[in-house]
């Protein structure tokens, strides 16, 4: 199988670029954020505070997620239920995020997320695919953009949701998220040691996917 890791802080445009790699490669797309914003839906639902770690991890037994796929499409089910839209909500960031640094929440998700590249041709994107999730991937991608390159198009993808927001509060939900990301004690968003780097600040979507493709089949190629 082809194992393809993305992983990088949130704007980097792993998931456009992903998808779009997907498409053009004939892998699924795995969102693996979307399953942390899933446990992050179902905590805000509950009305558990988000530093409870305690009352996070004993609801954990009462859920269940799914992926699924329409038309190429990720959707992800929470106890059957379609959520995938609901989890975008800026709101939800924040309880993903938080979520995710609880250690049982990552054991909980590990196993579907290895399943899915055991099965599949697959390109993931997250924060500790390369490191945790898929340690022998075919290829590690560490996707970066600057800070307020990030928040643009992240705001830009909100307002075209019609959620009302500004950028500025964007950018400083968006530099809170990678700081607490990538400084927690378990699977911080950090590169892996033989990961690529891919700074697209300067790159449109065409190039990088152009680009990403290039380092793809150059380790495609070696590994023979
Ligand atoms: O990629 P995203 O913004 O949808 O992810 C939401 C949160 O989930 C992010 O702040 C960190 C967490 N996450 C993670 O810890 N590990 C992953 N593989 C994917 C996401």
Same mark, same amino acid.
């Given at each position: 199988?082809?194992?393809?890791? +993305?992983?990088?802080?949130?704007?980097?445009?792993?998931?456009?670029?992903a998808?779009?790699?997907?498409?053009?490669?004939?892998?699924?797309?795995?969102?693996?954020? $979307?399953?942390y %914003?899933?446990?992050?839906?179902?905590?805000?639902?509950?009305?558990?505070?988000?530093e409870?770690?305690?009352?996070?991890?004993?609801?954990?037994?009462? +859920?269940?997620?799914?992926?699924?796929?329409?038309e190429? #499409?990720?959707?992800?089910?929470?106890?059957k239920?379609?959520?995938?839209?609901?989890?975008?909500?800026?709101e939800i960031?924040m309880? $993903?995020?938080?979520?995710?640094?609880?250690?049982? #929440?990552?054991?909980?998700?590990?196993?579907?997320? %290895?399943?899915?590249?055991?099965?599949?041709?697959?390109?993931?994107?997250g924060?500790? +695919?390369?490191?945790?999730?898929?340690?022998?991937?075919? #290829?590690?991608?560490?996707?970066?953009?600057?800070?307020?390159?990030?928040?643009? %198009?992240?705001?830009?993808?909100?307002?075209?949701?019609?959620?009302?927001?500004?950028?500025?509060?964007?950018?400083?939900d968006?530099?809170?998220?990678?700081? $607490?990301?990538?400084?927690?004690?378990?699977?911080?968003? #950090?590169p892996?040691?033989?990961?690529?780097?891919?700074?697209?600040?300067?790159f449109?979507?065409?190039?990088?996917?152009?680009? +990403?493709?290039?380092?793809?089949?150059?380790?495609?190629?070696? %590994?023979?």
């Open positions: 199988m082809i194992n393809i890791a +993305i992983d990088g802080p949130s704007g980097a445009g792993k998931s456009t670029i998808k779009a790699v997907a498409k053009k490669k004939g892998y699924i797309y795995v969102d693996t954020g $979307a399953l %914003r899933s446990i992050g839906l179902y905590v805000y639902r509950l009305g558990i505070s988000k409870d770690k305690e009352a996070i991890k004993s609801v954990l037994p009462q +859920i269940s997620l799914e992926l699924g796929y329409v190429g #499409v990720q959707r992800v089910y929470l106890n239920e379609d959520v995938s839209e609901e989890i975008r909500m800026p960031s309880y $993903a995020s938080a979520v995710s640094a609880i250690q049982e #929440v990552r054991d909980f998700l590990l196993e579907l997320q %290895r399943d899915m590249a055991k099965k599949h041709d697959v390109i993931m994107d924060r500790d +695919i390369g490191t945790v999730i898929l340690p022998d991937a075919t #290829v590690k991608v560490f996707m970066t953009a600057t800070d307020e390159g990030r928040a643009k %198009r992240r705001y830009k993808e909100l307002c075209e949701k019609g959620v009302e927001t500004t950028f500025e509060e964007v950018l400083s968006m530099i809170k998220r990678d700081k $607490a990301d990538s400084t927690r004690e378990i699977a911080p968003a #950090v892996a040691a033989d990961a690529v780097f891919f700074d697209n600040t300067e449109g979507i065409e190039e990088s996917v152009d680009e +990403i493709i290039k380092i793809i089949d150059n380790a495609i190629a070696k %590994r023979g």
